[in-house]
């Protein structure tokens, strides 16, 4: 009984204790659901406009690629065209009679000697006119290799060239002789020959105009069709 009531009485004290007091009139700023509503939306306003600036960056940075990936989808069929059309035909431009004409040329070679150096070729042109379009040449040329230390190999190589060459030429009307020079980039090896190129030319013609031609293409070639130049090893 008295243990119950002792304990009855410090409770009562601890009630109605001044710090019990002040506990009970102590006031707390509790955050009011009009404060929450003002934080959220204020927290979602600024989620947004971190979506919205993402959104546009992204769009931005995807325009940009778009942009490029079109450019080079444009560029990349002109490129081939245009490497296409000098890989099969070669532009011509000529002077004759005082006149500037044009056309379109082709030269096959063969060659012979280690890296196919001494070539015989035949090239074909036909000129944009009505009359005399066809010419047909046949040429001699010697390749000079301006890259140093190159050696014989049965992988492609790649070098600058100054080729010179002479030959006999034809419109089926007149005939005539010619010496030409060139330079490009060869590729080679000791059977193939891929050959860019620019080329000068001016055409002696009996009883007619001497002919001055400018063309620019790629000349295929052979080299040592019928020889083995045992040269394999050396790759090795």
């Not at 082709?106 to 196919?116: H, V």
């Not at 590729?187 to 050959?195: G, S």
């Not at 002696?204 to 620019?216: C, E, P, Q, R, T």
């Given at each position: 009984m008295f243990k119950k009531f002792s304990i009855l009485f410090l409770f009562a004290i601890l009630l109605f204790h001044p710090s019990a007091e002040i506990l009970s009139q102590t006031k707390y700023n509790f955050i009011s659901s009009e404060d929450l509503m003002k934080f959220s939306l204020k927290k979602d306003s600024h989620s947004g406009f971190n979506k919205d600036a993402k959104i546009f960056q992204r769009n931005f940075n995807g325009l940009k690629i778009s942009d490029r990936s079109q450019t080079a989808s444009s560029t990349l069929p002109m490129a081939i065209g245009i490497a296409t059309f000098l890989y099969f035909l070669n532009p011509i431009v000529l002077y004759e009679n005082d006149k500037i004409?044009?056309?379109?040329?082709?030269?096959?070679?063969?060659?012979?000697?280690?890296?196919?150096?001494?070539?015989?070729?035949?090239?074909?042109?036909?000129?944009?006119?009505?009359?005399?379009?066809?010419?047909?040449?046949?040429?001699?040329?010697?390749?000079?290799?301006?890259?140093?230390?190159?050696?014989?190999?049965?992988?492609?190589?790649?070098?600058p060239v100054l080729s010179f060459g002479a030959g006999y030429f034809t419109n089926f009307s007149n005939n005539g002789f010619f010496p030409e020079?060139?330079?490009?980039?060869?590729?080679?090896?000791?059977?193939?020959?891929?050959?860019?190129?620019?080329?000068?030319?001016?055409?002696?013609?009996?009883?007619?105009?001497?002919?001055?031609?400018?063309?620019?293409?790629?000349?295929?070639?052979f080299a040592n069709p019928f020889i083995n130049l045992h040269i394999r090893a050396n790759d090795q």
């Open positions: 004409g044009g056309g379109i040329t082709k030269e096959i070679s063969l060659g012979f000697g280690y890296f196919g150096e001494h070539r015989l070729s035949a090239e074909y042109s036909y000129i944009f006119r009505k009359d005399l379009s066809s010419n047909l040449r046949f040429a001699y040329k010697y390749d000079i290799l301006l890259k140093s230390g190159i050696e014989p190999s049965n992988f492609l190589q790649g070098t020079m060139s330079f490009g980039y060869s590729i080679r090896n000791d059977k193939l020959l891929f050959y860019p190129s620019v080329k000068i030319r001016y055409t002696y013609v009996k009883n007619g105009s001497g002919i001055l031609d400018f063309s620019a293409g790629i000349v295929l070639g």
